[in-house]
């Protein structure tokens, strides 16, 4: 089974500061991972995926994350934070190699910014 | 716009009542997943279809069915419902099982 722990449920940050989202994953073969962002009620946006290419995955918005196999961990940065940038993020994780399709998220992390 | 769409987007009904969810996902996608989201489970993965087919199934209560259609729409079958099935339900749709998986803006179930 696979999962994914994401530390901390709420973080502040600065305009212009970076943002720092951590995320842990357990899985029993090599996962597909993704980190979703969610607005106030709306639906989940893909931000960007890592399956198993380049270990720095840049996504959209000025976000990137890296895979660290021996950390497994799959943090989610950005350089500098804009207003914007305030929602809810969430870490997933599939299988797809052992024909587990199915995503399972951590616990999300909101994410307010401080002009 | 991530090209899903699921009607209703709220819904309101008593306890007891049966509702019906309906999902289109993006055109060409054969795969189709329903999630929940609520408060104290978080996302949850419900069930998994692909081209017609039930392919994996997650916590999904036995009051609850789903069904994909011929032209790839499915539908998401809630019973006998409860206070706590009050949640945030959404599909997501991917071209293939293992792809990206695109959300729909979910429909908000409230039950009184």
């Known amino acids: 089974a696979q999962s994914v722990t994401q530390l901390g449920s709420h973080v502040s940050v600065s305009e212009g500061a970076l943002v720092l989202l951590r995320c842990n994953y357990s899985s029993s073969v090599p996962p597909y991972l993704f980190w979703y962002v969610q607005y106030p009620n709306q639906g989940l946006q893909l931000l960007l995926k890592y399956t198993s290419a380049a270990t720095l995955v840049k996504g959209i918005n000025g976000f990137e994350a890296e895979f660290k196999k021996s950390e497994t961990s799959f943090h989610l940065t950005k350089p500098s934070a804009h207003m914007s940038d305030a929602a809810e993020y969430f870490c997933?994780?599939?299988?797809?190699?052992?024909?587990?399709?199915?995503?399972?998220f951590g616990a999300g992390t909101t994410v307010t910014v401080r002009a | 716009d991530s090209g899903v769409t699921q009607t209703p987007k709220h819904l309101i009904t008593a306890t007891g009542q049966r509702v019906t969810l309906r999902c289109s996902p993006r055109?060409?996608?054969?795969?189709v997943y329903w999630y929940q989201q609520s408060l104290d489970q978080g996302l949850q993965f419900l069930i998994q279809y692909y081209n017609g087919e039930e392919r994996a199934k997650g916590n999904i209560l036995e009051r609850f069915s789903a069904q994909q259609f011929p032209d790839l729409h499915s539908e998401l079958n809630l019973s006998s419902l409860e206070l706590g099935d009050s949640a945030l339900y959404f599909c997501?749709?991917?071209?293939?099982?293992?792809?990206?998986?695109?959300f729909g803006p979910g429909t908000r179930l409230t039950v009184l």
């Open positions: 997933a994780v599939s299988a797809p190699r052992s024909n587990d399709y199915k995503l399972s």
């Open positions: 055109s060409g996608d054969l795969s």
């Open positions: 997501a749709s991917s071209v293939e099982q293992g792809r990206e998986q695109f």
